[in-house]
């Protein structure tokens, strides 16, 4: 079978990071899975420019006049902008959001359900139990126990660790080695600060940073 050709949406750093990723993947695999076509990015300053190994090929118009069939990912990590693309690209018939798993995270696999353009790096652990909406972005070496829900278009930072039973509502930010408690709720659009420890249900839109974590004072 031929490799699937695939774009990554965005052209920063961590859409380098997500290059990688598939990178990686393709290694792992007796034949390739995926041909990088290269980056999507409205600002980039003119298509051809290379952003490392890949190049810059064009705009979210050049996405959506491709015609042929092109897998996409995401490699953005601002929940807003992960929303606005996915919807913008999902109805268009030649556009597909696989999921993009490292080779060497640990999951239950029979006990796991996925929506659609999830990225789940390098060295996750993922238990059992657990649902994933669309497009969220796991950040390496993060941990999500048991019975955990997820939106869509969450992303979490390095090192975030997350209990059992934990709900994540859409559209939330979980900062690089944040803690999260069992049971507990973050409602949709949240931000939780980096190193925070959450210890009571976080109201939708609110920010909160800090040992045990508190709304920001603004």
Request: net charge neutral; glycine share 12%; hydrophobic share 40%.
């Amino acid at each position: 079978m031929s490799a699937k050709d695939i774009v990554v949406l965005g052209a920063g750093g961590f859409a380098r990071e997500v290059a990688f990723l598939i990178d990686d993947i393709n290694r792992a695999c007796p034949q390739p899975q995926w041909n990088i076509l290269g980056y999507i990015d409205a600002k980039a300053p003119a298509a051809g420019v290379f952003n490392g190994k890949y190049p810059v090929i064009g705009d979210d118009d050049y996405l959506i006049g491709r015609g042929r069939e092109t897998h996409a990912v995401v490699g953005i990590g601002t929940p807003d902008i992960i929303r606005r693309l996915h919807e913008k690209l999902r109805p268009l018939p030649h556009i597909r959001f696989p999921n993009l798993i490292h080779p060497n995270v640990v999951m239950d696999r029979d006990r796991i359900t996925l929506g659609e353009g999830n990225v789940i790096c390098a060295n996750n652990v993922l238990t059992t139990d657990i649902v994933l909406g669309d497009c969220n972005v796991l950040n390496l070496t993060c941990t999500i126990g048991h019975e955990m829900v997820v939106g869509s278009y969450c992303v979490f930072n390095p090192g975030a660790n997350l209990s059992g039973g934990v709900t994540i509502e859409d559209g939330c930010l979980i900062g690089t080695g944040a803690t999260i408690l069992q049971y507990l709720r973050v409602g949709a659009g949240a931000r939780v600060g980096a190193g925070a420890v959450v210890t009571k249900d976080v109201a939708p839109g609110v920010t909160v940073v800090g040992v045990p974590a508190k709304p920001l004072q603004r």
